[in-house]
């Protein structure tokens, strides 16, 4: 029987500290909230009790973030978007930031397995002021346990209304893009980071996060396959082609990081579930 799940999180600022609530339905839960770096910035671990999606399922995430909150949201490991006999397996997330507020959205990857039917769908919508750094990483088959991806769709959609609009299609029997050196050059995973606003940024700031991402690439393994580029005055966007997750997350973390302390002047303070 298919999953049907549910969540809307909510951060709000009260008294200096952000505070988070949830409503759900179905297998989708936010563990404890966690304040390493003090009461201005609450981090949560969203979780999804059985483990991934099969054809037929669907998860609703909705996140909103008050004026001047600061929320900080990841997962405990990769979710896992399994082998379909031709149904759907969704996922779909909308981000809202309300004037001044910020989110960090920070899932790790979305794991394509053999044969998987899958789409993945992310929305921001961000009010003058707010600011949202994010990551979308996809990895292709599960080349350690030699399980190639040989079959399979995987569709990809980030939108923020009337300024990006990404769409993504990963057939496995499209060679040409999987393969070409103009596609994905043989690589199996391939990541996003982006930084995006509700304001334009002035052109120091977009400078800034453009030369901070760029001394990263410049000293990682990936230099050849990453790249930084700012399409419009409210994103600056990060990408990276590598041959498994952990190198492309790597590189992501750091920019992540740099882009921390050059835009907001905050420590790269890594949510406590990655360590474990």
């Not at 103009?182 to 199996?188: F, K, N, P, V, Y």
Request: glycine share 8%; net charge negative.
């Amino acid at each position: 029987m298919p999953w049907h799940a549910r969540l809307q999180l909510n951060y709000t600022l009260e008294n200096a500290r952000t505070v988070a609530r949830f409503e759900h339905n179905g297998p989708l839960r936010i563990l404890q909230s966690l304040y390493p770096e003090g009461d201005s910035i609450c981090h949560n671990v969203l979780v999804h009790p059985p483990g991934g999606l099969v054809g037929g399922d669907t998860l609703e995430i909705a996140a909103t973030v008050g004026t001047g909150a600061h929320g900080l949201v990841t997962t405990p490991g990769a979710t896992r978007f399994y082998r379909s006999t031709g149904e759907l397996a969704l996922q779909r997330t909308h981000l809202a930031l309300a004037e001044y507020a910020r989110l960090e959205w920070l899932p790790l990857e979305a794991l394509c397995y053999n044969a998987c039917q899958a789409r993945n769908h992310l929305s921001l919508e961000l009010a003058p002021g707010a600011e949202c750094m994010g990551w979308d990483v996809t990895a292709l088959g599960l080349p350690h346990a030699h399980q190639p991806f040989e079959t399979g769709r995987f569709e990809q959609h980030i939108e923020v209304p009337g300024l990006w609009l990404e769409r993504g299609v990963l057939d496995a029997t499209d060679h040409q893009l999987l393969q070409s050196p103009l596609g994905l050059a043989g690589q199996r995973c391939l990541g996003s980071l982006f930084f995006v606003t509700g304001t334009p940024l002035d052109k120091s700031r977009r400078d800034m996060a453009l030369d901070a991402a760029r001394a990263m690439m410049d000293e990682h393994p990936l230099k050849a396959m990453a790249g930084a580029t700012s399409p419009n005055s409210q994103l600056v966007v990060v990408r990276a082609l590598g041959p498994q997750v952990e190198p492309v997350m790597q590189l992501l973390k750091q920019v992540r990081a740099a882009w921390r302390a050059a835009l907001w002047q905050l420590d790269a303070v890594p949510p406590r579930i990655w360590a474990m």
